[in-house]
């Protein structure tokens, strides 16, 4: 007999919750009589992760696009100097520069969440991290290394990162080195931290999705035109990207029905030399 909609009995072991048509919790037993026929209709209640469905990096280049859209348009930040910036932005954009870093670090995807994280710390710690047109690349590139080599058991070495990034090796290791003076050599995160950050980009990510409007484009800083005349269809990109993946199933009803209308009416080098 299966257990009542009220049943607070504790869970056995090899016990399952699914959710059934009604929205109501049921505990279902490996040991069960019940036939697969009878549970196939049931939902498991398993929450994906943002790292390890394919909405990483759509989610990760719309953060992106939100701060080199504030930051470039800061008077404040303009004036900031850092052995991380360029006198010019570099030829690649960041969304491609992102793609190459993901494709070639051969890392996998946690270390990138990370690497985001690190990126809030600076930026926390001092303005001048902020990552504007100038800096983005070079903060990616070296906030990655460090992700990489402090959680993978085996990764490549600078000098590969060094070509992944269109840097030389002399000036990422420089590099590198202010990056962990800045962190104080503390680059850990805890498991809460990486969840609770983790799910944050996802909700900046899809409040910023439901946000957008046409208005927004026309008045983007000029420093990136080509990243403002992307901007739609990335949004499609990203939109599409979070419901295939089963994210936005866990999202609330409300979320979920504007983000489902916004769908279905939308039809290398970076060796510049640096300010330092």
Avoid: W
């Amino acid at each position: 007999m299966p257990p009542r909609d009220d049943d607070t009995t504790p869970m056995k072991a090899g016990s399952t919750l699914v959710q059934n048509k009604n929205g109501k919790l049921q505990k279902l037993n490996s040991d069960s009589s019940s036939s697969l026929d009878s549970i196939c209709d049931e939902k498991i209640l398993i929450k994906p992760r943002l790292s390890e469905t394919d909405a990483l990096i759509p989610v990760l280049e719309r953060i992106l696009f939100i701060r080199l859209s504030n930051n470039d348009r800061s008077a404040e930040l303009d004036q900031c100097v850092s052995m991380f910036h360029a006198y010019r932005p570099p030829s690649i954009s960041t969304s491609n520069y992102l793609k190459r870093l993901h494709t070639y670090s051969f890392c996998s995807p946690t270390c990138l969440v990370s690497a985001f994280y690190l990126l809030e710390r600076l930026a926390k710690k001092d303005k001048k991290y902020a990552i504007t047109t100038l800096n983005v690349h070079r903060l990616l590139l070296v906030t990655l290394l460090i992700s990489v080599k402090f959680l993978e058991d085996m990764s490549y070495d600078s000098l590969h990162f060094s070509n992944v990034g269109g840097i030389h090796v002399k000036e990422l290791n420089r590099l590198e080195l202010e990056t962990l003076r800045e962190l104080d050599f503390n680059v850990n995160i805890s498991l809460e931290d990486f969840n609770r950050f983790e799910d944050s980009l996802l909700e900046e990510a899809l409040q910023h999705a439901m946000e957008f409007d046409q208005t927004e484009k026309s008045e983007s800083c000029p420093k990136d035109q080509q990243r403002s005349s992307d901007s739609s269809m990335d949004l499609l990109k990203l939109v599409n990207s979070i419901n295939q993946s089963g994210l936005l199933a866990h999202r609330n009803s409300a979320t979920a029905s504007k983000l489902k209308h916004l769908i279905s009416s939308s039809p290398i080098s970076v060796s510049h030399s640096t300010k330092c």
